[in-house]
Each structure stands twice: as structure tokens, then as C-alpha cells.
């Protein structure tokens, strides 16, 4: 991966052209762009539903803790290996 | 929170993630490297009408298809294009034009623009206005030029298609500068696939090896050159590789094709195979063609598969190959791909890429897609 780590501050938004939303047939969130879709798992899902360009990546980081408090440390990386990754996939841009 | 925070997977589970409708066969253009069938012109009289469109629309939605494709034929010649692209969006297809360009006005762009429309995959054959028009048999390139123009101005993003044979495989650099010159973020050059009208000209179209070797070469050199501001789709055709495609991820696994009268197909050149009981969407529902019918379950899933494929390592990755070109070039099309090094029929493959290499004394003109073009009276049952 040759993007650099998101900054706390950082507002990520999903990319123009993509489409993000829940799907029945799947059970789950997935990701509509051009050239194909991606299917989601939870936490993916929860992390993409807050990248709305307006929380920033410490915010969405802080709201995943509280709903799931016994896991902190382990919530705070996953999300920002997550949101690194959908940068360098181009799904996500920081605002 | 679940640990597989990048458990990002893209399986069918059995269902048609990617739908196609030729709308129409109808195309104002001739070119000799087509796909379409032969008896393109018996299609009109029998295209569905709106109704039946959104009708298929709700039904390989209930099925679970997702990613939508208007082709042809020329998708633009249907006037009711707009008020379909609509009623996919609404149910939530991420929809997709494949056009030539040709009638692409403004007025219908604004219109597919509203009607929700995500993105447009334009073909363009050259770079040289006078090129471009005898390979299409029309002047097209003007009109091209102005859709492609047209179509980023409105924000679309754009797919540029190239199909790439002898005639036009040196223009690939050209091209590239072109597309980045406009803007353009994924351009798909199509090594033309022997079918139908491509495959009657196959000796004329099929480019060399050499050839095919420079146009990588220039392809991964503007690939270091434009870096992620453009994806560079390019792939060695499989008359070289000595490997097959993986052709259409599998037979009956995520694409579906509806054909202008409503037949539906595991690719959309599957009619090509004689003996399938190909059933309509006017007969029968889609849902139980897909699951059930005896034409998707024949080739699904791999263990149909004959050697040496079945006890191939490779298998999982290719499926054996392409089940139309194992039948257009064997003549069964439960063979393994010819184009894999490890078919016996491989040398098929061979001798024609040796017929490209050597001089030839005269070359057969090309045969333009048009009605009439050739006999197709051995095509009716
Ligand atoms: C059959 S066309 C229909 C849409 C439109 N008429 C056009 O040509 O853009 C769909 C796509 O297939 C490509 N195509 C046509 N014949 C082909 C062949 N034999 N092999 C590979 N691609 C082909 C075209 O360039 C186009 O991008
Ligand atoms: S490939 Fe050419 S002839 Fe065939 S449908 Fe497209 S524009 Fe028409
Ligand atoms: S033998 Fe069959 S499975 Fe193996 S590489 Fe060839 S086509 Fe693919």
C-alpha cells in the first residue's frame, strides 16, 4: 500500500460514483462503483455508513467504541486499517 | 467488532450479480469485428416492448442481479432507453450504458443523467477520423469524438473501449495519450473475440504476436507513465497465452444475458452452441431459468468438467475455458478451451496464429456486418 495513514482529523467521504447501501439479497452492505461491487462484512458496513465527509476519522473511531466498549484498542486499528485501505482503492477520499 | 475487518468478498452465492440486456440488435454502424449474431436483422420484429424490459428489470432484481449493462445492437436506437434506465435505478441497479456514441445527443444525455444513470463505456476503434470510418463502415469518428466530449462534461465517469485487431493495434499509444488528454479514468482495450462476424474474419482481424508483444510494451509503458490517473484494462488474448479466459467467471455463476426477444443466456454468445434449449423470458420465468433450466445448469459448477481438466489444478481459476469457442473451433463445446496448451486441440489454435505469421498471397476483404452479408437460411429450425 503506498497511501499514507488517514490523519485523525481527516473527514473521509465516499469516492463520486460510488454507491453505498444496504442490500437484502445480501444481507448486508455493499459497495456499487463502475467497474463492480463489493459485498461488505458488519464492520466494514459500519465504518462506510459514517464516512459521510462530515465525522472525522477520530469521531467515527469514538462512536464504533461505544457501541462496542470491550474492544477499543483492537476497534481503533481495525478502523483505520480499513479506511486506509478504501483510500488506496479509491472507495473513500479525505475532505 | 468482527476481526476480518477486510473480509471483502465478491461471490455469487448463486445469484446473477451481473445482468446484460441487448436491447436491440438494431445498430447504425457495420463492424466487421461484431459480436452480434449473424441474423441480427431477424431480431427487430421480435424485440420485447417496454413493459416486457421492466418486467425482466423486477424479476432478475427478485433474483438478486445488481450491476446492469444496456448493450446491443445499439442501445440508443430504443427510444424508450431513458424510461428503462429509470426503472432500474429505482430498483437499484447501478446502471450502464455501452454505446458506439452514435445518437448520443446532448438532450438524451441530460435525460439518461436524470433518469439516473451511472456510467457510459464508449467504444471508439481509432484515433485517425478516416481510419475510424471505413472500420465501421460509417462516418462515426466526429460523432464519437463529440460523445466522449459530451459525456465528461456532464461528469459521467467514462469507460473508453477500444477493440483492439490488426488494423488498429498500433493506434494503442495514440489512444492512451488521446484518453488522458480528455480526461478519461479506465480505458479497455478488447483484444476482439472470435465470434460470429469476428470469427468469419478472424484471418483478416487476428493481429500478430509481434504486434501483440509491442502493444504490451507500449501499454505498461504509459501504465508507469499515468500512474492511478488512469486504469489501463489490457489483457493478452488467449490465442497467445496458451491459457484460457475465464470465461464469464463461469457458466450460470453471476452473468446473465437477455437477448432482444427475451431469451435469456449464460453469455451472450451462447446461441452460437446448436442443441441448447434456449427458453424466453415471454415463456418462462427468469427466476427458474436461471436456478433451474436445463441451458444454465449444463455447464455450471465444475464437475462436468473432461480432462484433462478435471484433474487440473487450474480449474478453479479458469472453469476449463470458454464453452463457445471450445464448440466454434471442435465442435463440442464440453471440451476444454482449445486456446489452453493442454487441449488436444490446442493446434487449432496454433495454426491459426501461424496463419497471421505468414505472408499471405492475397487477403480475403472483410465482411461488414450487414443484413444480407451472408446466408444465414442454415441458421433456421
Ligand atoms: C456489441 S457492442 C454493443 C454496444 C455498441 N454498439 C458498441 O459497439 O459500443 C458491445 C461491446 O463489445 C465490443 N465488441 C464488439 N465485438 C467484439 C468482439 N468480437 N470481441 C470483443 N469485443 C467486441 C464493442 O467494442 C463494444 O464495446
Ligand atoms: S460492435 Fe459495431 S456493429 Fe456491433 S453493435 Fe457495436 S457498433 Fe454496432
Ligand atoms: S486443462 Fe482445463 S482447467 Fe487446466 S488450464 Fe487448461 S482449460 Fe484450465
Redesign the pocket.
Known sequence: MDALPLPADARPRLSPHYVFRWEESQSAFILLYPEGLIKLNASAGAVLARCDGARTLATIIAELQASFPAQGAEIADGVRAFVDLACDKGWLRAA | MPKETHGLSLDGQGKPLWLSLELT?R?P???T????PLDFEDYAAKELSTEEWKQVLRDARAIGALQLGFT???PLQRADLEELVAHADGLGFYTNLIT?GIGLSEERLLALKAAGLKQIQL?LQSTRPGLTDAL?GARAHAHKLEAARLIKAHGFPMVLNM?VFRHNIELIGEMIEWAAGLGVEYIEFANIQYYNWALMNRDELMPTLEQVREAERVVNEWRAKLGKAMTIYFVIPDYYEGRPKACMNGWGAIHLTIAPDGVAMPCQEARVIPGLAFESVRDRPLGWIWHESPLFRKYRGLDWLPEPCGSCAEKEKDFGGCRCQAFLLTGDAANTDPACSRSPHHHLVQQAVAGVAAPLRFRKPLVK?AAGAVSTAFMED
Not at chain 2, 469485428?33 to 452480434?36: D, K
Open positions: 440488435y445498430c454502424l457495420k463492424c469485428w461484431c459480436n452480434n446491443g445492437g445499439e458506439s467504444s465501421v477493440p456486418r
